[in-house]
């Protein structure tokens, strides 16, 4: 989402950093460059105004102009900036005193809030804590059904009554039925609605008196831009919102909501929706996505995640075999199977530092998912013997196997290429020689 704003920050940052010196007057002209990428990606001007004019507080005050490293301290500035704008520390969920601790979800009609109240229950889930899931949305004819679907893909229970019309009772006994079954959280998933539209609203005003939440979440889209930010700031009013979940934060848009809503609503951002699936929600930690946005990478994001989906058995297996030399096609198709857990693979190139500029050298500047489907399709045409000895893979070989992957003997070729590579740079990583490699292999 936020590609063109980084291309526009990190295009100022370096023509910074080409300057041994900076003066006043250089740092208002980055200034005002960076001021006109934050309103182009839709940031409230307020708040593009406010931010610019402390960075450029700091910077003169720091004695910046006297630093043998302009550039970096300006970069260093505009990070910790960025990250107080976007809430400053980690707002986690805060659990009631005696469980079933309740969550209201609530939001526009189209934000993904029925699919995020499942990506929470997911999420509560893996952290040991039981979840219940409550349909209390009556009004979309299919909401129930998909949040049925949707549990079951997660394995949590949902609560919910065929052909009831008192959306407060239905939330009310749903608390009762997750304190019976010694649920820790109970979700309820309310209809989507307009803020205009006073008679939902008021609905949504008895359904947080009748199950008293300890947490009100707002699902907002981060696509809808300063839309977003107006609908937060109206249920706010309104409500009482405790947190912000922005939705669809892999979307294309030009990313000013995520920049704009807590400065302008106070309302703190709690977790991000990064993808489709059930798995692709993050919890929010501010100078994380400020150095993405920086074009500085997340590790520590996908440390997690890698940690997460590796299974460290595996892992070591998969060591001991690169460093003996017999990392096969088997275990190559086993590691891109693994990494397609972790999500959408141009969001992982995003978070390591410096990779997000060589995905923009591609021929479409993106990743083709796709490739992945096409590799695994050539890997299972392979025999076992062919998928443990790749080097025995000739022309007739090749052929047989383009033929029945559906694909091209190029296409074989072209994955053997990428195999024979990777093994070649993993045993020189495991003898600690091939670091330097890395990049080279995407110049």
């Known amino acids: 989402m936020f590609e063109n704003l980084s291309d526009k920050l990190n295009g100022v940052f370096r023509g910074l950093g080409s300057k041994g010196r900076l003066t006043e007057k250089d740092v208002d002209a980055a200034l005002r460059e960076i001021r006109l990428a934050l309103l182009e990606a839709d940031v409230n001007f307020k708040v593009a105004k406010s931010f ?30 960025m990250t107080t704008l976007l809430g400053g520390g980690v707002q986690k969920l805060v659990a009631g005193p005696q469980p079933p601790s309740v969550i209201l979800m609530i939001g526009l009609n189209g934000s993904g809030k029925t699919t995020t109240s499942a990506k929470l229950a997911r999420h509560l889930k893996g952290t040991g804590k039981t979840p219940l899931l409550i349909a209390a949305d009556l009004h979309r004819p299919a909401a129930i059904q998909q949040l049925t679907t949707l549990g079951g893909q997660i394995g949590v229970e949902v609560y919910s009554e065929a052909g009831a019309s008192d959306v407060v009772d239905v939330a009310r006994k749903g608390v009762r039925r997750a304190a019976e079954m010694g649920a820790a959280w109970a979700i309820v998933d309310t209809a989507g609605r307009f803020q205009i539209d006073d008679e939902l609203m008021s609905e949504l005003e008895e359904i947080k008196k009748a199950v008293s939440p300890v947490e009100t979440l707002l699902v907002v889209d981060a696509m809808t831009g300063q839309d977003a930010v107006n609908a937060a700031t109206d249920f706010d009013e309104r409500i009482g919102v405790t947190g912000l979940v922005l939705s669809k934060l892999d979307g294309d848009a030009r990313g000013g909501a995520a920049l704009s809503v807590v400065s302008v609503t106070g309302v703190p951002i709690k977790f991000l929706g990064t993808g489709e699936r059930v798995d692709s929600l993050e919890e929010f930690f501010p100078d994380r996505l400020a150095s993405r946005i920086l074009g500085m990478g997340d590790m520590l994001t996908l440390i997690e995640k890698a940690q997460a989906n590796f299974d460290e058995d595996e892992a070591l297996k998969l060591e001991k075999k690169v460093r003996q030399a017999t990392f096969d096609l088997d275990d190559f198709l086993g590691q891109l199977q693994q990494l397609k857990k972790m999500g959408s693979i141009g969001q992982i190139m995003d978070m390591i530092p410096g990779m997000s500029s060589i995905k923009k050298k591609l021929p479409t500047g993106e990743i083709d998912e796709n ?72 110049q």
């Not at 450029?56 to 301290?73: F, M, T």
């Not at 893979?393 to 053997?416: F, M, P």
């Open 52 to 81: 610019v004019a402390r960075i450029r507080e700091r910077a003169l005050d720091e004695n910046l102009l006297q630093s043998l490293s302009p550039g970096q301290q300006v970069i260093k500035i505009t990070n910790e900036e």
């Open 371 to 442: 490739q992945i489907v096409k590799i695994e399709a050539v890997i299972h045409s392979m025999t076992p013997y062919e998928r443990s000895r790749p080097e025995i893979i000739g022309g007739s070989r090749r052929r047989r196997i383009a033929k029945g992957s559906g694909t091209t003997a190029q296409d074989v070729n072209q994955l053997l290429n990428q195999f024979n590579q990777t093994r070649k740079l993993m045993q020189k990583m495991s003898t600690g020689k091939g670091l330097g490699d890395i990049t080279k292999m995407f």
